[in-house]
């Protein structure tokens, strides 16, 4: 995919677990771990916004464009 | 229309499913009789012929359209196997609560295709019975020509695409995280 989800570098500098950011945000674990993994078709801005709020992140931090 | 009445109902699925399986049994069983048909009509055609009333002097144009008619008949079954499994997979997958899928999509279109490919026979076998009558002997199947078959053929090419449209929606859903 185009689009590679930086998710788990950002939990790796917050020292953060997948299940942490699901509770704070609350988004199920399933769910985050599709987005994790790159295999989500699209993301909500309600998402994007918790999860960078949770994260203190921008959401360029956490989506990366990569050329293929 | 109320949101219940739009939820299936355990009991009307289990029926068109057996009302299905009822009518593919039965249409094995119409194929299969004309199929015997067929061969009885080369093997013995003095008996077949004499016994629903024409008579068979050799290769004439009555009897050969017959025969013209029992095979059209024969595709006609298997048409109709076609669209009722079709519509069987349809019903299965809507019994196990997931009927917004490509592959229902797919099966809607061909069962589109199959009704097209039954209403052409249906022309043709119109097409054979007017060839068979002849003011001697009269042959009256009962055919007749409706723009009721043609209309549904058109709904369910349009129904196929509006699902295929649900589906790929459904599936963007899905991933939406």
Redesign the interface.
Known sequence: MAINVKLDDLLYARRMTLTELSEKVD?TLA??S??KTG??????FS?LEAICRALDCQPGDLLQFVEE | MTSDTLHSNPDALGLSRRVLSGLRALNIVYGVGVGIMLIASLVAPDILFGAIGVRATGWETATLSMRGIMIVGIAGAFIAHRILTGLLSIVESVRVGDPFVIDNAAHLNAIAWWLLVAELLHLLVGALARLASTPEQPFDIGWSFSFTPWIAVLLLFVLARVFAYGARMREDIEGTV
Do not use: C, P, Y
């Open positions: 988004i769910n985050l599709i987005l295999k989500a078709r699209a993301v909500r998402t």
